[in-house]
């Protein structure tokens, strides 16, 4: 039962290991000191022979064992040692006197830096070797100064008497010193695993009960994990490194499956569709003066191959070793497939599913930026159709409908590529006819349209033949060369003269 509290914090000794050989260094420093004290000493009884014989090969040892053998049992042993050896050489050098053994409690208090209650045991029993030889040495007349007293067996109890209480609340110090030691640095390395993104520690790996600092450093563990695992995009903690997936949440595993987090180098996981991409972005990351990437769009795919769209953020933690990066992915295929479905209601003639007037007049204004900035010349089309309100009293408006989308149908067969036609309204289209060189090339193209409508119209169920004409007005820029923005006004203007005219014709 006694045994067992013992071997619990033996234990430590692993976690505590980086601790002791910095121990082992100061120590070897305490011994230079003592040395110094002892040469500082000498010249009361010219003990100079005895500091050279004794305190240097002490010393030398004690360096010898902290480079080669630092933070084991035997150096820590040899260091309690060394510093009884120190004591023993002041109390001799001072002639014995009383007053040197205190020099002995205060480097016995020096050795619970060690937090081992194996040294303050060995130290104990080096002292008493050294008072019960050398000072029995003494009585028998040996020049050793142990005592300042010849009764020896006497003054040889009494320091044994005093001393034993003394070593053994040095010795249950060292074994909590020992245990909070151990809470330290098991906190600090806890610590820095999280930061390195290991979050899953395993059981093995938290050895050492549920001190409270530990505990602390756990809930933070759990809290983290819990952040992580409650955000609603893919995020996914990766090591700069080794290129390895440290943490995931469950979104990532839902938005690219499980196999995303499969082993080897995050940039060759299979959910990159190019596999430069991870380079690129850390390129660009790396670039970066935050340090972050934000909303950045690129092509993944899913483990099952399935193709998303996804905006990535990244943002890069360098000032930690291992450098760490956070990626969160979104998967924004529905919103973007939302949002073209969005622009082509409100850019469609749903009716005829031409251009309606904003989009238009949209790709109007494109090609004016273009005449303005690079020269491009252009023209607009205005189109109305001769005799079309007859149809819908004669025949209804699901017939005007139908003649409409038959309309549309023929006008784009007319169209040059990059133009853009678009319904107005009614029975009302307009054409901007891009990279135009000049006002009859722009008729040409006019008249294309006039003449596509010249052919009669067969509706679907065969009941009639219908026989219409269009007027057009055709503006070309370099017409309204003071006031291009009045081109779609001129060629309305243009469309009522080629009415006035007899219809059916193109006016300029």
């Known amino acids: 039962m006694i045994g067992t509290p013992f071997r619990q914090e033996a234990a430590f000794d692993a976690l505590l290991r980086p601790y002791r050989e910095r121990a082992d260094r100061i120590m070897v420093g305490m011994n230079l000191f003592l040395l110094g004290v002892c040469l500082a000493v000498a010249p009361l009884r010219a003990t100079y022979v005895e ?45 014995g006197d009383i007053e040197a053994h205190f020099a002995a409690f205060g480097l016995v208090g020096v050795l619970l830096y060690y937090r081992d209650w194996r040294t303050i045991v060995a ?20 020049p050793i100064y142990v005592f300042d007293d010849r009764r020896f067996w006497l003054l040889f109890g009494l320091h ?60 933070m563990k759990l809290r983290l994990l819990d952040l992580l695992r409650v955000m609603p995009v893919a995020a996914a903690v990766i090591r700069i490194d080794s290129e390895q997936v440290v943490n995931v949440n469950e979104a990532w595993l839902r938005t690219l499956g499980p196999l995303a987090v499969q082993a080897g180098r995050f940039g060759e996981s299979p959910i990159w569709a190019d596999p430069a991409t991870w380079a690129t972005l850390l390129g660009r990351l790396r670039a970066a003066s935050e340090k972050l990437l934000d909303k950045v769009e690129v092509v993944l795919r899913r483990t099952d191959g399935t ?21 969160t992915v979104e998967d924004i295929t529905l919103r973007r497939q939302t949002e073209k479905t969005m622009q082509r209601l409100a850019f469609t003639d749903m009716l005829t599913e031409l251009p309606n007037r904003a989009r238009l007049y949209q790709a109007f204004h494109e090609a004016l ?7 491009t010349a252009f023209a607009f089309v205005a189109l109305d159709l001769d005799g079309f309100k007859p149809v819908n009293d004669t025949y209804g408006h699901d017939v005007g ?108």
Request: proline content about 3%; some cysteine.
């Open 123 to 142: 130290a104990t029993v080096f002292i008493y070797l050294h008072h019960l030889v050398l000072g029995y040495a003494q009585t028998l007349g040996a």
């Open 369 to 375: 930026a273009l005449w303005e900035s690079k020269g």
């Open 401 to 508: 409908d139908e003649l409409l989308r038959l309309i549309a149908a023929r006008f784009q067969h007319s169209l040059r590529e990059g133009d853009v036609l678009g319904r107005m309204g009614g029975d009302e289209f307009g054409v901007v006819l891009n990279d135009c060189r000049n006002g009859e090339a722009a008729a040409q193209v006019a008249q294309r349209f006039v003449d596509a409508v010249a052919r009669p119209f067969y509706l679907k169920d065969g009941t009639a033949v219908i026989q219409l004409g269009i007027s057009a007005g055709v503006v070309h820029v370099s017409q309204c060369v003071d006031n291009p923005q009045r081109m779609p006004k001129s060629a309305d203007e243009a469309l009522y003269r080629a009415k006035a005219a007899g219809k059916n014709q193109v006016a300029a």
């Open 160 to 219: 044994v008497a005093y001393f034993l209480p003394f070593v053994a609340m040095m010795g249950y110090l060292s074994v909590w010193l020992r245990r909070e030691g151990y809470e330290s640095q098991h906190v600090i390395d806890l610590a820095q695993r999280i930061v390195q993104g290991h979050l899953l520690i395993s059981e093995e790996e938290s050895r050492g009960g549920s001190t409270p600092l530990i505990s602390a450093v756990r809930q």
């Open 51 to 95: 500091v050279l014989l004794i305190g240097l090969p002490t010393l030398l040892l004690s360096s010898w064992l902290a480079r080669q053998h630092a933070g084991e049992l035997l150096t820590r042993l040899f260091m309690a040692c060394g510093f009884m050896v120190f004591t023993g050489l002041l109390i001799h050098q001072t002639g």
């Open 307 to 327: 193709p998303i769209l996804c905006e990535l953020s990244l943002i890069l933690h360098d000032e930690m070793v291992p450098v760490m990066a956070i990626l």
